[in-house]
């Protein structure tokens, strides 16, 4: 060996007290994890050349998928809480951030949101991204801010799918931020694939923003990138109950009738939000394999709605979660909002599963992004969560059965305390609950704080 040359590293062997695989919590269940990364083994022989990552008092279960966030809206907390109608949010909270927005508080949000997420156990995240042009004279950037993002989700430790958007709606001031050509469009989301192709760490998506940011050439233009591609692409649709007479009025349907229109409705489709799908299109989503991306905690509070997941459940559409405007950057949040609403809204318990939420918010999401994780399998990416099984929130299912300790992990957890660390590809994240590679205080005086 050289003495440039540095010696192979050897698997780690990660050992739990408990780990979730084939849909149950095992005890003693080794996880071999290769040194690309991946899972090598789950059980079975324990060589004695392994790194041994002893995890006493703690159980492993695959980490969260944020299947879809907008990182800079983070910066609206403590300045939205006035808005009495979404319009009014958007108009009175959202554009005026929007057109203030540079280059630093990008960066500065980006990295708070993706701290976040990585203490609350999110290894994987869709950022769907859309400010492309520069504040004051709306000059485009190329893949410039995209590459901010990026950078911020990498700087954590994140993987990241860049779902980066089609916008060509340029009708009001916020919206020029975000507005470009088709070519510049395709250009761009090509460019940024071809720079990032082979990474693990990143996909690249194209994502039109919606039936109404976006024009029926755009939304095809993504559709076929996508094909091209080989990939999901992803868009905001039927948020609102306004987006239906919309949708009528700009295509002459209602807003998944108006996707199957356009040529563009098939299997490689993820929607975002689906609250306002009538019976006719779910079943159409179900036909098409289309996916679908639930917001649930940022829907109740603009007020959306409640949507049919589990009717699209029912008929086939592969679930995931995200964390959208970031009030929460929390996943699990997100699976147990996702079942309260549903009970709320149909006045009885038990909707949905313990076991599809839990799966909703890790390979459902990561199955929509186009990451090989979300479950302890061999093969799969060593994206991993150790709980802290001696944290009160787990407690008594912590020690009970299987189904116990689900209840808790879906329902009661508090990440802040409960998740003790966060692997991806087997490298540490999050450790003792803190995190390995971003200074807190730095993020904050980044924010100005």
């Keep these: 060996m050289t003495g440039a040359e540095a010696p192979a590293r050897q698997a780690r062997r990660f050992e739990a007290d408990r780990t979730w695989v084939d849909g149950v919590f095992r005890d003693g269940v080794a996880v071999r994890v290769g040194p690309d990364g991946r899972i090598l083994s789950v059980g079975g022989e324990r060589p004695e050349g392994d790194e041994v990552v002893r995890l006493a008092g703690a159980a492993l279960v695959p980490a969260c998928v944020d299947a879809h966030s907008h990182a800079f809206q983070v910066l609206l907390r403590g300045r939205a809480g006035g808005a009495r109608s979404f319009q009014e949010w958007v108009d009175g909270s959202l554009y005026p951030l929007v057109e203030d927005l540079d280059e630093d508080a990008l960066r500065a949000s980006a990295l708070l949101a993706f701290s976040e997420m990585a203490r609350s156990g999110v290894a994987a995240v869709g950022e769907f991204h859309y400010v492309h042009n520069r504040k004051g004279d709306h000059e485009p950037q190329g893949e410039r801010y995209a590459e901010v993002v990026l950078q911020a989700a990498r700087a954590v430790g994140l993987r990241v799918a860049l779902l980066r958007t089609f916008y060509d709606t340029a009708d009001r001031p916020g919206r020029r931020r975000f507005a470009e050509g088709v070519d510049r469009a395709v250009a761009a989301t090509e460019a940024l694939g071809r720079r990032h192709r082979g990474d693990p760490h990143v996909r690249v998506l194209p994502a039109p923003h919606s039936l109404h940011g976006a024009s029926a050439v755009m939304i095809r233009a993504a559709a076929e990138l996508a094909r ?100 929460r950057p929390d996943v699990y949040a997100e699976m147990r909002a996702l079942e309260l609403a549903q009970r709320s809204h149909r006045r009885r318990m038990g909707v949905l599963e313990d076991r599809q939420l839990l799966e909703a918010g890790t390979a459902g999401g990561a199955a929509l992004l186009g990451f090989e994780s979300g479950r302890i399998e061999a093969g799969l990416l060593a994206d991993l969560v150790a709980l802290d099984l001696d944290d009160p929130s787990l407690w008594p299912g912590a020690w009970g059965d299987s189904a116990g300790l689900l209840h808790n992990v879906v329902h009661a957890l508090r990440p802040a305390s409960a998740v003790r660390a966060l692997y991806v590809g087997g490298e540490p994240v999050v450790e003792g609950g803190r995190l390995t590679r ?8 980044g924010l100005g704080g």
């Design 438 to 445: 971003v200074d807190l205080e730095a993020v904050r005086r």
């Design 228 to 327: 091209g591609l080989d990939c999901r692409w992803h868009i905001h649709l039927a948020e609102q109950a306004s987006d239906v007479e919309r949708a009528r009025a700009l295509h002459g349907a209602t807003p998944l009738a108006a996707l199957e229109a356009l040529g563009v409705l098939d299997g490689r489709t993820v929607l975002v939000h689906g609250v306002w799908l009538d019976p006719m299109e779910v079943a159409l989503a179900g036909r098409s394999g289309a996916g679908l991306v639930s917001c649930p905690l940022t829907n109740l509070e603009l007020g959306d709605g409640v949507g049919p997941v589990p009717e699209l459940v029912a008929a086939g559409v592969r679930v995931g979660l995200g964390t959208d405007a970031n009030t």
